[in-house]
């Protein structure tokens, strides 16, 4: 008994001097949407190995090594998609998708800016304009699923705290 007290009594000093991390559980949404980002991506970058040379006409020409690009774009989104289900990879691949999402942007953009190339291989025109803001869009969406689900509660810190307030 006097064991459990002194645990039970460690444990409350410890709230008053440091802030307590509170597990937030993630939504129905947000479980969701971690699914369907995972299988996008992964899903996707599968395909794209598939589809190589179509991935290799969209790398704008100032790029080097069109192929070798198109193969490490692929690699990381299906490491990314499989990433984000990993609580401790979830992270390294959040901002990797979302570096990714960065990184792909300029193929976009140069399919926009050279439209007659793309809408022959049967991409309406009004699509290569839509992926552009779109990008905006999916980054927002890895970001939001793939947040943490740890808050830091610093309410709990005590004026008697060593760690003030105003630090």
Excluded at 132 to 160: H, K, M, N
Aim: glycine share 4%.
């Amino acid at each position: 008994m006097v064991m459990f007290s002194l645990r039970l009594n460690r444990t409350f000093a410890l709230r008053r001097w440091f802030p307590i991390m509170i597990l937030k559980a993630r939504s129905a949404a947000q479980t969701v949407s971690l699914f369907i980002v995972a299988a996008g991506f992964t899903f996707v970058g599968i395909g794209h190995f598939t589809n190589t040379l179509f991935f290799e006409a969209i790398v704008p020409p100032y790029l080097p090594k069109p192929r070798l690009l198109v193969y490490l774009s692929d690699v990381f989104e299906v490491a990314g998609g499989i990433g984000i289900l990993i609580p401790m990879l979830r992270q390294t691949a959040r901002w990797g998708l979302i570096a990714l999402l960065i990184a792909v942007f300029p193929a976009n953009l140069y399919m926009a800016i050279n439209p007659t190339a793309f809408v022959e291989s049967e991409i309406p025109l009004w699509a290569l304009y839509l992926r552009l803001p779109f990008q905006a869009v999916l980054i927002a969406w890895v970001y939001w699923t793939g947040r943490p689900a740890l808050e830091f509660c610093s309410d709990t810190l005590s004026s008697e705290s060593p760690i003030s307030q105003s630090d």
